[in-house]
């Protein structure tokens, strides 16, 4: 018999591809500044929090059924809110948009296959394509974090890949591309393009979203997500649009009743919040401004934003950096590229906090 004792994973038969892998995810520390996530700092409001319960409370007497497995009312009020004439057949939901980039990998790579990302951008699409056996391929993006479309061109008809990410707004950049590119990548992609717009709220006047070209390129899908705009990243609610036979593709991976009765009331009724969360939004903009605005101010570079987060540099050592806020009482992130920066967009306390914290630490490194 083996010993249980001091069993560990590497003594697992597990699949080689994930030896030697770490579990992703930012550190969840209890800090009075919690900057690192990207997540809404507004809670949800009395009148939305007794909603919610009142949700809750009307699904609990029918929690010993399975929920609606199409989650039928929550697509169609979805495709209510994107109000680009969608149909309920053309949008999908899920556990958060990761589980719905999983549900795309899982139908549309695999085995043999691979996708393509422009980086730095979001870890998890190279996570979730390698933990699905497709292959990646990371294509730089340029100095102003930008997509070149020379080298994305070159770099899709070099590659053929199943499937081409556009993350925009990106993270942890904040850049969002113009829609030419999107289109340009969609004439040459061979496979499927995800534009993933989880900050799409965010978008500054005048920047377009994907969904406009959904009429004209069935191949393009555009995710969405609750956790930021929406302030309910503890829900866990995701979503796409899509041409209709993609969402019929999905249901092929999909697990049956995916998505809990429980998640489905808390969607629907944040959705009927819709107006007072965006509210919320519009003032994070401005605080995201005003914080560009015055890193510049300080000689610090800075990406333009089209986030509720900014990437703020250049740094000899990020990582002192990082630690001295933390030291302040401030969690940031380090990501992007070397001696950059990123930090979420919080309530103006929290900001000034950041500003009071940032000026301190980076007087004494200098
Ligand atoms: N896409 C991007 C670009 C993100 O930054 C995030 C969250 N950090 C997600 C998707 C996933 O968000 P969620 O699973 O909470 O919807």
Excluded at 254 to 273: D, G
Excluded at 285 to 311: K, P, Q, Y
Excluded at 321 to 327: I, N, Q, S
């Amino acid at each position: 018999d083996e010993a249980a004792e001091g069993f560990r994973l590497q003594d697992l038969p597990i699949r080689d591809d994930l030896r030697g892998r770490t579990p992703y995810g930012a550190p969840q520390l209890d800090v009075p500044y919690a900057l690192n996530t990207n997540e809404n700092p507004y809670a949800p409001s009395e009148e939305l929090a007794a909603a919610l319960s009142r949700g809750v409370a009307a699904v609990a007497r029918g929690l010993n059924r399975y929920p609606d497995r199409d989650a039928t009312r929550l697509r169609a009020a979805l495709a209510a809110y994107l109000d680009h004439d969608l149909d309920v057949g053309e949008v999908w939901a899920a556990n958060g948009s990761n589980e719905i980039l999983q549900q795309i990998l899982q139908v549309f790579g695999g085995a043999g296959r691979t996708a393509m990302g422009f980086e730095p951008s979001y870890s998890m699409h190279p996570i979730i394509t390698e933990v699905t056996g497709t292959a990646w391929i990371g294509v730089p993006r340029g100095a102003d974090f930008g997509i070149g479309l020379d080298a994305a061109k070159e770099a899709i008809t070099r590659h053929r890949p199943d499937i081409v990410f556009l993350t925009s707004p990106n993270n942890p950049t904040g850049t969002a591309l113009p829609l030419s590119v999107i289109r340009e990548v969609l004439a040459v992609a061979p496979g499927m393009v995800v534009v993933d717009e989880a900050y799409a709220e965010f978008r500054r006047e005048g920047t377009p979203s994907a969904l406009s070209l959904l009429a004209d390129h069935p191949r393009l899908i555009v995710t969405r997500t609750m956790s930021k705009a929406f302030a309910m990243a503890g829900a866990r609610l995701g979503y796409l649009a899509a041409n209709r036979a993609v969402v019929d593709a999905l249901q092929l991976v999909r697990l049956p009743y995916h998505l809990s009765a429980v998640s489905q009331i808390v969607a629907l009724t944040a959705l009927e919040f819709a107006g007072e969360l965006l509210g919320a939004v519009k003032q994070l903009r401005a605080e995201r401004d005003t914080l560009v605005a015055w890193l510049r101010e300080h000689g610090f570079s800075v990406a333009d934003s089209d986030a509720n987060f900014v990437m703020f540099g250049e740094f000899a050592d990020r990582a002192a950096v990082w630690r001295g806020l933390l030291d302040h009482g401030v969690l940031i992130r380090e990501v992007g590229p070397a001696g950059w920066l990123r930090v979420t967009v919080g309530t103006p306390e929290e900001m000034s906090a950041f500003r009071h914290a940032l000026l301190q630490v980076t007087a004494e490194s200098r």
